[in-house]
């Protein structure tokens, strides 16, 4: 504790029950974990095996590298990667155990390839697109795409285990259209022969809000790390989730100033009393929105406290007022809210964002702390 400088503090034990919490919540459907980008934020190996231990039994990555980065971590659940580069050559994910999310006929193609070439089945999800407006095989090539799936796995080239969609979180009425059209797709599938194993459109979202919606699979990022996936409108406090990731730093100066005192660049905000100043040691290059200056608030001597002048790269300065504030005094940027922190959510709000935004952007100066490993 005494050597915090810049700090994200993981509590894993909070992450394990929240992905209990949502596995029980979405049963019979099953849950897999997305770990993308180093897990938002919160280290993508630590994540993925306590996930399992709680109780989801898949993974989800979107690069191929970050799923043989778990591979090559000895883990050993089952594993989906969706977002591949123009040319992939599938043939290491096949050996390593890796399905892959399909989205165009030329990756089906070189699944399929992959699958010749190692000597045993790729292992795919047929992604359809059904109204995100990002990848997945549209609506008009779905047929075609399915009749050549069928034939590859009828010679053995590919495994058809999943069939899925992703979906805009528009409202529930466009989510519902979206749902529409992914049960045509999986009905024509079923009707050409393939027989998926899991059907998956949901992630946490509608895996929380819309139980019509689960399928065989929710794919669960945002909700394990305790935060919400419907930006302000909505909590997931009542799902019993609460947030995994606590920012906290310690005050490396303090002053006192005189009215008229100018803070930080462009001295965007002067004292108007007598005040006492704090200077915390985090900035933009660890993550702190600048576009939160002037707004955001963090928690400091008990209270909440206003984030004065401009977020600079490594630094910002809080007004403490009539505060009894030292060096070395700890603060908290964000946690869980309960504590009297302030939030991630609350931090998005001040920086016009989401909280996905928020934890996923922290740097790399900040030294990530586990907590209940
Ligand atoms: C990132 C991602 C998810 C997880 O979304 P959350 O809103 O964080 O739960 C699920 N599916 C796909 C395809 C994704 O890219």
Redesign the pocket.
Known sequence: MSTVFREAVIDLDQYRANIAQITSLVAPAAVLA?V?ADAYGHGMVQCARAAIEAGATWL?T?DRAEAHALRAAGITAPLLC?LHEPDAVFAAEVRDDIDLGISSRSQLRAAAAAGVAVGHPARVHLKVETGLGRNGIAEYDWEQVVREAAQAEQAGSITVVGIWS?LAGTSSESDAEQAAVFNSALALAVSLGIEPELRHLA???AALAEPALRYDLV?????GYGLS?WAAERGVDEFGLAPVMTLRSRVVAVRRVEPGHGVSYGHTWRAEHPTGLALVPLGYADGIPRQASGKAEVWLAGRRMPVVGRIAMDQFIVDTGDALVEVGDEVVVFGDGRTGAPTAEDWAGWADTIG?EIVTRIGQRVTREGAGA
């Open positions: 997305v993308k989800g979107a969706w992703h992630a946490s979202g794919r669960i990022g945002i909700a996936p996905y």
